[in-house]
RNA sequence: GCGCCCGUAGCUCAACUGGACAGAGCAUCAGACUUCGGAUCUGAGGGUUGGGGGUUCAAAUCCCUCCGGGCGCGCCA
């Protein structure tokens, strides 16, 4: 529709040019779908834009072009209005087209094939096995898990992958963690090291430790064994977790491959990435630690690539540079990495080190989505990781489910504060968004299971050998713009993969939810209706339409659309 | 102090990337059930988009400047 208005109003320019009337002899015409309905289905500003070159008022502009306009069948009314937009409004013939095509296509129609298989590596979550994953981890889960769905939808082809190190300083904390409420368990003395992990969870790893090996590990002083039962232990509950949610991986990447030179390397890819620092003199040595300068690359400070001490071991910056490299030599089209606000300054310093480097990081994008807060009876749920007095992520499933705890965190966008409202969340009542949903589905689906009934099955099957098999010029213009609605999910999902904003997508469903319910409400507007079976067969119809759009955009979003509730 | 994000109805948030009179839900008030599932619907009130300047035919949106909030500014990740 918008390339048909688009060229159209290309061709009425260059004729009013041609013959006198307007200066210009092209423009670059934009096309949008007014807020109102009763601006039409597509509006163009181009008057509006041509104005200052045009040196005259907008509305007289308008009127040339309209003047000079070929339209074509499809577009029932141009009309002018406002400032100067010209507004069109399509032919019912051409919804009546574009409902029998979404009709064929099934829940398909909202997959719009826009990647044609471009690749997209989607890094998200990227936790470290430290502890069960938390509320805030949630968002990130659910917000990558979510991006990596809709471009799979469309077209792309996707990885989804998981950054984490079980290496490391951390690490040996856990480790030493664990060993002293391993020791505390046999009824030995042992207190926990200063900041060391207070966690009910490291008690259960211990317990298991002593079933395994009983007071074996009691004399050992490596930590190796603590520390790998708890990574074991932990990863086990991260991917447990993450599939309750319906949230998978297709790769884990470890820091700790990319710190140790891999079969064919001489050296590691870490020292590999320090050495081209060096040599593009990015580096400075001070303090008995190695830097990244920032002064070169624009960053507010020097920051630490390499401690100082004997074992020089990297900070957490330097193997993430080594993986972005890494990430970058894939040859992905488009690299996301989806992380909370706490990690902006490290992926500036990252992204900038990269382009010193001379790799092109037009490729790379970062969602970067704000915290989280809960809410119960109206107060703030205080949540400290120090304390462990987080509410975690299969606490919140096991409290609210799987489809609100994924619909709450899509339902903002990401660089909003999100305030997770638990009364609401657990309300099964229209103010409770998923539910509002979720019950337009099930009373469509009651619908057919009516029709059925009454012996009104729509020939759904033969409907691609014979399109007019059901009139739709039956439908009002109410149900004209309900199956408006369902058809237009496909370019709000098309504008929420380009623009990386999934929560355009629930917000977009609610709607038409709404407008469902509103319709469904009024006793003129039964779609059954014994007495009349071919107006009953074209509402099926557009029931239909409808049905698979709400159940496909649940889809994309992971959230289930049941028959029944 | 510096960097990034945010400030929209009493509350929680939208606004298709600069378009038409700024929209929903909750809350408040007033209504609709012999239902293809009322887990629904109808109506009302509620705004100088934090303040001030600028750019533009057009600003919640872009620029500057104040005010207020969040996050970061660790040899933690």
Redesign the pocket.
């Known amino acids: 529709m918008k390339e048909l208005i688009a060229s159209i109003l290309s061709a009425a320019v260059a004729r009013a040019h041609a013959s006198g009337k307007l200066n210009s002899a092209s423009v670059t015409v934009t096309i949008?779908?007014?807020?109102?309905p009763?601006?039409?289905d597509a509006?163009s500003?181009v008057a509006?834009?041509m104005?200052?070159g045009e040196g005259k008022p907008?509305r007289a502009i308008a009127t040339v072009i309209k003047d000079h306009l070929a339209t074509p069948p499809e577009i029932a009314e141009v009309s002018i209005?406002?400032?100067?937009?010209i507004?069109f409004r399509m032919a019912p013939e051409y919804w009546h087209g574009e409902l029998r095509r979404a009709a064929a296509d099934g829940a398909c129609f909202v997959r719009p094939q826009i990647g044609h298989g471009k690749s997209v590596q989607v890094e998200f979550l990227s936790a470290?096995p430290t502890g069960p994953l938390t509320v805030g981890h949630g968002r990130n889960a659910v917000l990558g898990d979510t991006l990596a769905r809709l471009f799979e939808a469309t077209g792309y082809r996707v990885t989804r992958e998981y950054y984490f190190?079980d290496g490391?300083?951390?690490m040996k904390l856990l480790g030493a963690s664990v060993r002293v409420r391993y020791l505390q368990e046999l009824g030995r003395e042992a207190e926990l090291p200063e900041d060391g992990y207070q966690g009910e969870y490291i008690r259960e790893i211990a317990k298991s430790l002593i079933e395994r090996h009983r007071d074996s590990l009691a004399e050992t002083t490596d930590l190796e064994v603590f520390r790998t039962a708890a990574v074991d232990a932990i990863m086990t509950e991260i991917r447990k977790t993450c599939d309750g949610l319906g949230v998978r991986f297709d790769n884990f990447t470890n820091?700790r491959d990319l710190m140790t030179p891999q079969a064919a390397e001489t050296r590691s890819r870490v020292d590999a990435v320090l050495e081209q620092l060096r040599q593009h003199d990015l580096l400075a040595d001070?303090?008995?630690?190695t830097w990244l300068r920032g002064e070169p690359l624009g960053l507010?400070?020097d920051?630490?690539l390499v401690?100082?001490?004997p074992d020089r071991?990297p900070?957490?910056?330097t193997p993430d540079i080594a993986y972005h490299i890494d990430k970058l030599k894939r040859g992905f089209d488009l690299i996301i990495d989806v992380f909370?606000?706490?990690?902006?300054?490290?992926h500036?310093q990252v992204i900038a080190a990269l382009k010193a480097l001379g790799y092109d990081v037009a490729t790379i994008r970062a969602i970067?989505y704000?915290?989280v807060t809960l809410t119960r009876a109206g107060e703030k749920v205080k949540m400290s990781t120090r304390k462990a007095t987080y509410v975690t992520l299969d606490e919140l499933v096991e409290e609210v489910g799987k489809d609100v705890v994924r619909f709450f965190f899509l339902?903002?966008?990401h660089?909003?504060?999100?305030?997770f409202?638990l009364d609401?969340a657990k309300r099964?009542?229209?103010?409770n968004?998923v539910?509002?949903v979720q019950?337009a589905h099930?009373?469509l689906?009651?619908?057919f299971?009516?029709?059925e009934k009454a012996g009104l099955v729509l020939p759904v099957e033969t409907l691609a050998a014979n399109p007019q098999a059901v009139d739709l010029t039956r439908l009002s213009a109410e149900e004209i713009e309900l199956a408006k609605r369902a058809i237009g999910l496909s370019?709000v999902v098309a504008?929420a993969v380009?623009?990386?904003?999934p929560?355009?997508i629930p917000?977009y469903l609610?709607?038409m939810?709404?407008e469902f319910?509103?319709y469904?409400?009024?006793?003129a507007?039964?779609?059954?209706n014994p007495d009349d079976p071919g107006l009953s067969q074209a509402r099926l119809f557009l029931a239909k339409v409808m049905r698979d759009s709400i159940a496909g955009g649940l889809e994309l979003l992971g959230v289930s659309a049941?028959?029944?509730?």
């Open positions: 949008e779908a007014p807020k109102d009763a601006h039409g509006a500003n509006l834009t104005a200052r907008p209005a406002g400032p100067g937009f507004n470290n190190n490391g300083r951390q820091e001070y303090d008995g630690a507010p400070k920051a630490v401690r100082s001490g071991e900070t957490y910056r909370g606000a706490d990690h902006i300054a490290e500036q970067i704000q915290f339902f903002r966008k660089d909003s504060h999100l305030d409202d609401l099964q009542a229209p103010e968004p539910f509002y019950y099930a009373r689906a009651s619908v299971r009516e029709a370019e504008g380009e623009s990386l904003e929560h355009r917000f609610l709607d939810a709404g319910h509103r469904y409400n009024k006793a507007n039964r779609i059954i049941p028959d029944r509730m």
